[in-house]
């Protein structure tokens, strides 16, 4: 059982794991396609095309530079790449499971989603020479001494990834965290280790007639949208201006869109700014994707329609 605060989540909108074996794998992105004894010159390659767009740290070696000052840069580095979405070795997670619900169903609507809840209290007492070496694997494929590499996983705030004076209002509303695999050694080489069932305190699963309803209610009840999780993103600010400056703003290719959905639905989602967001996010990706067949999309208007009604 996991103590108090030892305790995140995260949300899958599909089952991500191939490996029948090990059906609770959960693999960071820059290992899903790749060889992992290429991943230090995809992590160098992706810091030398984005280094000066996104503002990346100087990861080289300064006068006076201390090896923990270096390995702040390097994994802060990493958490930037993450969070713009490039290939990074870290995993994401939340201590909010409502934000892993949101992301457990926001794509992929004819698939079941899934939220995770993964017991970390082990993985905290951060090892300063251990992350250091991990960073000499992952930037530079190193030799390091395997015991520091091989004790366990670590679990990241972004307080302490980024330290206090990094203030970003999307990490904020995420509730986010980071998970730093360890290694395993074998035949000389290292590989690595991600979070499996042992993990797992918990799986549940959010069936796909469901997903629609469950990102409704998020938003209603709980504020929970993709304007909450992505303030930042030009898209959510467009729907502020939409909203509030334009009258609800509603255009001609959403409309015919939304040519399917019954006015009192669309003008009562419109009631609200969370409501408009599900509609032009959640309920639009819906319609225009391939599980929304007549009978499909009939039973989901039916089951929204009912949900408005008995607020």
């Known amino acids: 059982m996991a103590k108090d605060g030892g305790k995140v989540y995260r949300g899958e909108s599909r089952k991500y794991s191939e490996d029948e074996a090990n059906p609770y794998k959960f693999t960071p992105s820059i290992y899903r396609e790749n060889r992992t004894d290429n991943i230090h010159n995809l992590i160098r390659g992706a810091y030398n095309k984005y280094r000066d767009i996104l503002k990346f740290d100087d990861i080289s070696k300064k006068a006076n530079d201390t090896e923990n000052a270096i390995t702040k840069r390097k994994i802060r580095t990493l958490g930037i790449m993450q969070h713009y979405g490039l290939q990074s070795p870290l995993l994401d997670v939340s201590t909010n499971e409502k934000v892993a619900k949101y992301f457990a169903c926001n794509k992929h609507f004819g698939e079941k989603g899934y939220v995770y809840s993964f017991d970390v209290s082990s993985m905290s007492g951060i090892d300063t020479t251990t992350v250091k070496n991990r960073m000499n694997i992952m930037w530079d494929n190193n030799t390091v001494d395997h015991i520091t590499v091989t004790n366990k996983s670590y679990c990241f705030d972004y307080a302490s990834l980024f330290c206090s004076s990094f203030n970003n209002i999307r990490y904020q509303r995420q509730s986010g965290r980071f998970i730093l695999h360890h290694y395993k050694k074998e035949n000389e080489t290292f590989v690595p280790c991600f979070l499996d069932s042992s993990n797992v305190i918990e799986t549940v699963i959010v069936e796909p007639k469901d997903k629609l309803i469950t990102l409704l209610e998020l938003a209603l009840k709980s504020d929970v949208t ?79 329609s009912n949900y408005m009604k008995e607020l």
């Open 226 to 304: 993709e304007c909450y999780l992505f303030p930042d993103k030009d898209s959510s600010v467009k729907l502020y201006v939409d909203y509030y400056r334009r009258s609800r703003f509603i255009g001609q290719t959403e409309k015919d869109i939304f040519s399917c959905v019954d006015e009192s639905i669309v003008e009562e989602l419109c009631n609200s700014f969370n409501g408009y967001v599900f509609l032009m996010t959640s309920l639009k990706d819906y319609l225009q994707s391939q599980t929304a067949t007549e009978e499909n999309r009939i039973e989901q208007l039916k089951m929204i």
